[in-house]
Structure formats: structure tokens, C-alpha cells
């Protein structure tokens, strides 16, 4: 079974610059997750979706990030602008249903300069 | 709102048992998790726990819980320094979000 697949991998930006992620979870897996992880410290729930629907967003900076999941399927994470705090690595997870295990993809890890 | 706490470090010899605690808030939590982190790798789950037991065991590994005080452990016997890694605590609570600890580095000593 493939797992979740993020890319890019690695990103540098320079700040006030944008970018996006890709995440596509595993097949048939209805609920995806954001997470955002800073060194030293534990993944931090920025979205999730059930489907094509948002479920839980109150920790995403919506000034600045914002995340789709259209079809139900992959999902994009935005960030416009950026801002040196925001280097951290982006999780993506999904799990069949809510609540039910997670399986996490590699991440992305962006440093903002 | 959700809150999980884990001791940062952790060092053990070699062949010794290894001991990771956790403590979280949210009596509705319905499983509690620990992950594992390698360097550069993404987090894989270790194994899990419902809320109604209060013990785990697969393999080398053993999860107790005590949901009165609300403390979850993680025993590694016979640890290797392959088990060397950031190992997380998770809780579901309400709403099915999974809330993180800040994770526990372990160090094995060979």
C-alpha cells in the first residue's frame, strides 16, 4: 500500500515570498491533516479536512495560510506571505475515517530566510 | 483546550528497560498514541491504546494508563540503539483532533 506523499521535500524562501504544498494521501483515506512541526517541539494541528471539507481550522493563520482539498483527494498548503517563524517542517496525514489511526508522509521542510 | 506534556530527555544504556511518561488533559480523550520520530523521517505509530484498558502490551513494548490521573508510559524493554529517536504522545479528544506532546528524545547508550 503507497503511503502518504508530500512534496516538495525541502523549500527555501526568502521571507514575504510564497509557497505551496502537496499532499496526497493514501487512497480511500477519507480525513487529511495539516500539521506544522518546529524544531523541538510536537506537530501542531493546523487544518483538517473530512473529504472535501474544512473540520477543524482554528489553529491555521488565516491571515497568511490557507489549504483546499477540491476533490476530496490531494491537498494544497499555502502560505502568502511568509515569515521567518513560519520554517518549520509541513505534515500531511490522513486516516480512513476520523479518528481512526494516522499515517503521516515524510514532510516538507521549509526554511524561511 | 488540549494540553499533553512529556519529559525532553531520556538516556539509557543498552539492554536496559526505558520508561517515557506522558500526562494529558482531556478526560474525553478516546485513544492515546505513541509515535516515533526518526531524524529527517516522518512520525510512525508505534502502537495505541483505548481509553477504556489500562494496559497494552506488543512485543518489547508496554503502554500503561492511568486515566484517573490521566498518565500515559511508554515501556521499551531490551532497548536497542535502533530505538534511538523523539518519541511522541497523542491523545484524540473532542472533535477527533489529535493533540501532540512535545516529545521525548532517547538516547541509548551503547
Known amino acids: 500500500e503507497a503511503g502518504v506523499a508530500q512534496s516538495p521535500r525541502y523549500k527555501i524562501i526568502e521571507k514575504r515570498q510564497s509557497v505551496a504544498f502537496w499532499c496526497n494521501p493514501i487512497?480511500?483515506?477519507?480525513?487529511l491533516y495539516w500539521y506544522q512541526q518546529i524544531l523541538g517541539q510536537g506537530p501542531k494541528l493546523l487544518i483538517q479536512f473530512q473529504n472535501n471539507g474544512v473540520v477543524d481550522d482554528s489553529q491555521l493563520p488565516k491571515d497568511r495560510f490557507s489549504a483546499e482539498r477540491l476533490k476530496g483527494v490531494d491537498s494544497t498548503l499555502k502560505i502568502q506571505p511568509a515569515k521567518l517563524e513560519d520554517s518549520a517542517v509541513y505534515l500531511c496525514a490522513s486516516s480512513l475515517i476520523k479518528g481512526s489511526e494516522a499515517f503521516f508522509g515524510q514532510g516538507t521542510r521549509l526554511t524561511v530566510v | 483546550g488540549e494540553d499533553v506534556e512529556q519529559s525532553l530527555f531520556l538516556s539509557v544504556r543498552e539492554g536496559d528497560s526505558s520508561v517515557i511518561n506522558c500526562t494529558y488533559t482531556d478526560s474525553s480523550s478516546t485513544y492515546l498514541y505513541w509515535y516515533k520520530q526518526e531524524p529527517g523521517a516522518g512520525l510512525q505509530l508505534l502502537t495505541y491504546i483505548f481509553s477504556n484498558m489500562d494496559m497494552k502490551q506488543d512485543q518489547r513494548l508496554t503502554v500503561l494508563l492511568n486515566k484517573k490521573d490521566k498518565h500515559l508510559s511508554l515501556r521499551i524493554a531490551d532497548t536497542q540503539t535502533g530505538d534511538s529517536a523523539i518519541y511522541f504522545c497523542?491523545?484524540?479528544?473532542?472533535?477527533?483532533?489529535?493533540?501532540f506532546g512535545t516529545g521525548t528524545k532517547l538516547q541509548v547508550i551503547p
Open positions: 497523542a491523545e484524540n479528544g473532542g472533535y477527533q483532533k489529535v493533540t
Open positions: 487512497s480511500g483515506h477519507a480525513t
